[in-house]
């Protein structure tokens, strides 16, 4: 709805700001109708798999609780794996003494670690806390364990996205050292079988490393052997998932068994590449919390709670609980491990900020302490443009790298990407791979600092002829890139047509425009055709190259190579047409959709020929940042704003103009006296607050036997002053007509006199002389009559002004004192004062 008039608007928002007080918040714009699940879309785009087996130590020096320990570390990492498509065993050692054992049991055979496979990891992984003396001997097999590990993950090869091995980890367990001395497989006495089985302990870790097997030992206790430990972290295969520190295996140390669960995660989460939050700790009932950074795209919220009786129900930052199977707006949730002494919840697309996890335990089972733990991993998109977009054998290019999350929204905090290295491989007909590390350090060619843009340069090798292939990788810890690549062709010789696209960096809202220029050289004879079109750069075919369709627009592919919502982009004019022999600027806008995700959009503008699609022309980003349409409260506050300062300002007016009208009114010492043959009788004073509106009731008591008094009257009374708005004083005798009075003047009431003090408004300066005036004065033997005069005798203020005659005295202080003249004889009684005038 828009305003047409802004005073209207203006009235009403000040009318809703005095009846109803502060406005809510910003409305939240719902999703479209029938939108696809950002979720579902996204199901086949989740991290890389992980091939894993735990390996425990199940030997004799081990305790009882030190088994449980191990038992709920190796559940940890089963229920705590992010990816669907791992395999994962576990594995118990000991030794083999006598016949009828083994060195090695498998509790869990190799499970696909999806919802299925991780119910059934968090049953099976329980049988390592039971120990069978008649089947595995008390010794500490380490070449058995690892030849087992090794041979059941080398049967699982799999293979990882875009043709990358899935990293194989053997994570062992151990409170000891090497011990065969009474094992017969390594020889006839304790010595030789000693030294045989560092011997075959040193072969395991050379077929491991052969097979591309790491091997993540972690020791707790005060018998560990740290040599042997490091020994076989670095004996076994030293690739990792990136170059980031860390990532590396390397032998790692608890001190007990109580903090191997921490110790084993964040080795696990070392292998695979990802990163852990660790949260808080309490018994149930608790509130427990843990956060997730923005950058995190897959992660699994980790409940170590130890009884399978707690209960764990889930919040997201903001507040709302969560399912435990199926999705929630964007994201995906799944849960495993209630019935056991690990709880995980696994989800895609996680709400970043404080999680709070809820505990609860029925009595008897709330004795023990519960952590919390995140372990996510961001994986993202790698965004590539290649200046020139088709280069020549030997020119240098400039790469630019952006990364955006699966959604297509564009990362550009730095901070969610400390440590990140970036690099670019370029790839092609003939010639050796060649790469390049980018930075986003300002310097040339880089453009800014800071804006989360790798930019770098590339020779182009002189041997390269037809197509190359330009792929980023980035590492960083937690983070991992999709290596999706850029698609272009070398140019030969100068050539025909030449294109250059510049795109507005602007903030629209749903529905808006984004314009763009596209400058065209056809040096040719024949006019040729061009095609614009958007791409998130890794078209279906892995092209940088959109596709469209010869209509007057164009959009986005269908969400399932670009990010979801890009369906929603559209370009137009389509094609162009560059006439020969000149230079052509062709005007273009991007509409962005009624549902395109709101945030930083991603994506490129690419221009082809039509005649070589294959060899793109030029790609530009689009930086486009797509923001809500301001609520009611963002358009109209600047008139709300001023509707509120008017009747601020109003109201502070009236305030004040009512503040002065009371302070007019306040009789507030105002003086009354009483007196009888010039002698005072009585005097009553007029305190604060008794004169409630400006009214003050009183009466005059006569007892018999005692002179009369004066006293308040509540709730109304016989006599009444009061002051006008004006600041007149106005009374009124025996409830008959109000007459003016100024200060000093006498009143008859009953058989005395009645004469106000003191009764100028407070807030008003000494009145001036002023001429004679006909007054009304009560008689005394005259009830109700009055006389008309000239009054004369003399005035006398405080301050010192004095005078006689006619009129109000001379000047001087506030109060006046009426000194009566020669009295006149009305009732033959005696004299009461001189008048003058006709009565």
């Given at each position: 709805?828009?305003?047409?008039?802004p005073?209207?608007?203006?009235?009403?928002?000040g009318?809703?700001?005095?009846l109803?007080?502060?406005?809510?918040?910003?409305?939240?714009?719902?999703?479209?109708?029938?939108?696809?699940?950002?979720?579902?879309?996204q199901?086949?785009?989740?991290?890389?798999?992980?091939?894993?087996?735990?390996?425990?130590?199940?030997?004799?020096?081990?305790?009882?609780k030190?088994?449980?320990?191990?038992?709920?570390?190796?559940?940890?990492?089963?229920?705590?794996?992010?990816?669907?498509?791992?395999?994962?065993?576990?594995?118990?050692?000991?030794?083999?003494?006598?016949?009828?054992?083994?060195?090695?049991?498998?509790?869990?055979?190799?499970?696909?670690?999806?919802?299925?496979?991780?119910?059934?990891?968090s049953?099976?992984?329980?049988?390592?806390?039971?120990?069978?003396?008649?089947?595995?001997?008390?010794?500490?097999?380490f070449?058995?364990?690892?030849?087992?590990?090794?041979?059941?993950?080398?049967?699982?090869?799999?293979?990882?996205?875009?043709?990358?091995?899935?990293?194989?980890?053997?994570?062992?367990?151990?409170?000891?050292?090497?011990?065969?001395?009474?094992?017969?497989?390594?020889?006839?006495?304790p010595?030789?079988?000693?030294?045989?089985?560092?011997?075959?302990?040193?072969?395991?870790?050379?077929?491991?490393?052969?097979?591309?097997?790491?091997?993540?030992?972690?020791?707790?206790?005060?018998?560990?052997?740290?040599?042997?430990?490091?020994?076989?972290?670095?004996?076994?295969?030293?690739?990792?998932?990136?170059?980031?520190?860390?990532?590396?295996p390397?032998?790692?140390?608890?001190?007990?068994?109580?903090?191997?669960?921490k110790?084993?995660?964040?080795?696990?989460?070392?292998?695979?590449?990802?990163?852990?939050?660790?949260?808080?700790?309490?018994?149930?009932?608790?509130?427990?919390?843990?956060?997730?950074?923005?950058?995190?795209?897959?992660?699994?919220?980790?409940?170590?709670?130890?009884?399978?009786?707690?209960?764990?129900t889930?919040?997201?930052?903001?507040?709302?609980?969560?399912?435990?199977?199926?999705?929630?707006?964007?994201?995906?949730?799944?849960?495993?491990?209630?019935?056991?002494?690990?709880?995980?919840?696994?989800?895609?697309?996680?709400?970043?900020?404080?999680?709070?996890i809820?505990?609860?335990?029925?009595?008897?089972?709330?004795?023990?302490?519960?952590?919390?733990?995140?372990?996510?991993?961001?994986?993202?998109?790698?965004?590539?443009?290649?200046?020139?977009?088709?280069?020549?054998?030997?020119?240098?290019?400039?790469?630019?790298?952006?990364?955006?999350?699966?959604?297509?929204?564009?990362?550009?905090?730095?901070?969610?990407?400390?440590?990140?290295?970036?690099?670019?491989?370029?790839?092609?007909?003939?010639?050796?791979?060649?790469?390049a590390?980018?930075?986003?350090?300002g310097?040339?060619?880089?453009?800014?600092?800071?804006?989360?843009?790798?930019?770098g340069?590339?020779?182009?090798?002189?041997?390269?002829?037809?197509?190359?292939?330009?792929?980023?990788?980035?590492?960083?810890?937690?983070?991992?890139?999709?290596?999706?690549?850029?698609?272009?062709?070398t140019?030969?010789?100068?050539?025909?047509?030449?294109?250059?696209?510049?795109?507005?960096?602007?903030?629209?809202?749903?529905?808006?425009?984004?314009?763009?220029?596209?400058?065209?050289?056809?040096?040719?004879?024949?006019?040729?055709?061009?095609?614009?079109?958007?791409?998130?750069?890794?078209?279906?075919?892995g092209?940088?190259?959109?596709?469209?369709?010869?209509?007057?627009s164009?959009?986005?592919?269908?969400?399932?190579?670009?990010?979801?919502?890009?369906?929603?982009l559209?370009?137009?004019?389509?094609?162009?047409?560059?006439?020969?022999?000149?230079?052509?600027?062709?005007?273009?806008?991007?509409?962005?959709?009624?549902?395109?995700?709101?945030?930083?959009?991603?994506?490129q503008?690419?221009?082809?020929?039509?005649?070589?699609?294959?060899?793109?022309?030029?790609?530009?980003?689009?930086?486009?940042?797509?923001?809500?349409?301001?609520?009611?409260?963002?358009?109209?506050?600047?008139?709300?704003?001023?509707?509120?300062?008017?009747?601020?300002?109003?109201?502070?007016?009236?305030?004040?103009?009512?503040?002065?009208?009371?302070?007019?009114?306040?009789?507030?010492?105002?003086?009354?006296?009483?007196?009888?043959?010039?002698?005072?009788?009585?005097?009553?004073?007029?305190?604060?607050?008794?004169?409630?509106?400006?009214?003050?009731?009183?009466?005059?008591?006569?007892?018999?036997?005692?002179?009369?008094?004066?006293?308040?009257?509540?709730?109304?009374?016989?006599?009444?002053?009061?002051?006008?708005?004006a600041?007149?004083?106005?009374?009124?005798?025996?409830?008959?007509?109000?007459?003016?009075?100024?200060?000093?003047?006498?009143?008859?009431v009953?058989?005395?006199?009645?004469?106000?003090?003191?009764?100028?408004?407070?807030?008003?300066?000494?009145?001036?002389?002023?001429?004679?005036?006909?007054?009304?004065?009560?008689?005394?033997?005259f009830?109700?009559?009055?006389?008309?005069?000239?009054?004369t005798?003399?005035?006398?203020?405080?301050?010192?002004?004095?005078?006689?005659?006619?009129?109000?005295?001379?000047?001087?202080?506030?109060?006046?004192t009426?000194?009566?003249?020669?009295?006149?004889?009305?009732?033959g009684?005696?004299?009461?004062?001189?008048?003058?005038?006709?009565?």
């Open positions: 709805m828009q305003w047409r008039h005073r209207s608007a203006l009235f009403l928002a009318a809703l700001l005095a109803s007080g502060p406005f809510g918040g910003p409305a939240v714009a719902a999703p479209a109708a029938g939108a696809p699940s950002t979720a579902a879309s199901a086949s785009d989740g991290p890389d798999p992980i091939d894993f087996a735990v390996v425990v130590d199940q030997s004799a020096s081990l305790a009882d030190d088994l449980v320990r191990e038992t709920e570390a190796a559940a940890l990492l089963g229920q705590g794996e992010i990816s669907d498509r791992s395999h994962a065993t576990v594995i118990g050692f000991g030794s083999s003494e006598k016949a009828g054992q083994s060195p090695v049991r498998e509790v869990c055979p190799l499970i696909t670690v999806d919802e299925a496979g991780r119910r059934k990891l049953d099976c992984v329980q049988g390592l806390s039971r120990r069978d003396s008649a089947l595995m001997g008390p010794g500490t097999d070449p058995a364990a690892i030849r087992q590990a090794v041979s059941r993950l080398t049967e699982a090869a799999g293979s990882g996205t875009a043709g990358k091995t899935t990293p194989k980890v053997v994570f062992l367990l151990t409170d000891g050292k090497l011990d065969v001395g009474d094992s017969p497989e390594y020889g006839t006495d010595a030789s079988r000693q030294a045989n089985g560092a011997k075959r302990l040193d072969e395991e870790l050379a077929r491991a490393r052969a097979a591309g097997v790491q091997i993540w030992p972690l020791g707790f206790g005060s018998g560990i052997d740290k040599a042997a430990l490091t020994a076989m972290a670095e004996g076994g295969y030293r690739g990792a998932c990136s170059d980031v520190p860390g990532a590396t390397r032998m790692r140390v608890a001190a007990t068994s109580a903090e191997i669960d110790a084993l995660q964040e080795a696990f989460a070392g292998a695979r590449c990802a990163r852990v939050s660790h949260g808080t700790v309490g018994k149930p009932p608790a509130d427990l919390y843990v956060t997730i950074p923005p950058i995190a795209t897959d992660g699994s919220l980790t409940v170590s709670k130890h009884d399978p009786k707690v209960r764990v889930y919040y997201d930052p903001n507040g709302r609980k969560v399912p435990t199977h199926g999705t929630f707006e964007d994201s995906a949730f799944e849960v495993s491990g209630e019935d056991g002494p690990v709880e995980a919840l696994r989800v895609k697309n996680p709400l970043p900020g404080r999680w709070r809820r505990v609860e335990a029925p009595e008897g089972h709330d004795g023990q302490e519960v952590a919390v733990r995140a372990i996510w991993q961001g994986r993202l998109r790698s965004v590539l443009t290649l200046d020139p977009a088709a280069p020549r054998a030997g020119q240098q290019a400039v790469v630019e790298v952006r990364m955006q999350t699966r959604r297509g929204v564009v990362i550009t905090d730095p901070g969610q990407l400390e440590g990140i290295g970036v690099t670019v491989e370029l790839s092609g007909d003939g010639f050796s791979p060649v790469s590390r980018l930075a986003d350090d310097r040339a060619p880089d453009r800014r600092a800071g804006d989360v843009r790798f930019t340069t590339l020779t182009v090798p002189a041997g390269a002829a037809g197509k190359l292939r330009l792929i980023a990788r980035m590492s960083a810890p937690g983070v991992t890139s999709d290596e999706r690549p850029l698609y272009t062709t140019t030969v010789g100068t050539p025909e047509i030449t294109a250059g696209l510049s795109v507005d960096r602007v903030t629209v809202h749903p529905g808006g425009t984004v314009h763009g220029t596209l400058s065209v050289t056809n040096n040719g004879t024949a006019p040729r055709t061009l095609r614009l079109s958007l791409t998130d750069g890794t078209g279906s075919d092209s940088g190259a959109g596709t469209a369709g010869p209509d007057a164009a959009t986005t592919g269908d969400g399932a190579d670009g990010p979801p919502g890009a369906a929603q559209g370009i137009s004019p389509a094609t162009v047409v560059a006439p020969p022999g000149k230079q052509t600027s062709v005007a273009f806008t991007v509409t962005v959709g009624e549902g395109t995700p709101l945030g930083e959009l991603g994506g503008v690419a221009v082809v020929d039509t005649a070589d699609p294959d060899r793109p022309l030029d790609t530009a980003f689009l930086d486009v940042s797509v923001a809500p349409w301001p609520t009611w409260w963002e358009t109209y506050w600047s008139y709300v704003a001023g509707g509120a300062a008017v009747l601020a300002l109003l109201g502070a007016f009236a305030a004040v103009r009512l503040a002065a009208r009371r302070r007019r009114r306040a009789l507030a010492g105002t003086r009354l006296e009483l007196r009888r043959d010039g002698r005072t009788l009585d005097t009553l004073t007029i305190r604060a607050g008794q004169s409630v509106g400006g009214e003050f009731h009183f009466t005059v008591d006569e007892v018999r036997g005692a002179a009369p008094t004066l006293r308040r009257a509540r709730g109304g009374g016989a006599h009444r002053l009061r002051r006008n708005g600041g007149e004083l106005l009374l009124r005798l025996n409830r008959g007509r109000e007459e003016p009075v100024r200060a000093g003047e006498a009143f008859a009953d058989d005395c006199e009645l004469v106000v003090q003191g009764a100028r408004p407070p807030d008003r300066t000494a009145r001036t002389a002023r001429t004679p005036r006909t007054a009304r004065t009560r008689i005394p033997g009830p109700g009559a009055a006389r008309s005069g000239t009054r005798g003399t005035r006398t203020r405080a301050g010192g002004g004095s005078g006689t005659g006619a009129g109000d005295g001379g000047a001087g202080g506030d109060d006046t009426w000194q009566p003249g020669p009295a006149l004889d009305t009732d009684t005696g004299t009461r004062g001189t008048w003058n005038g006709d009565f």
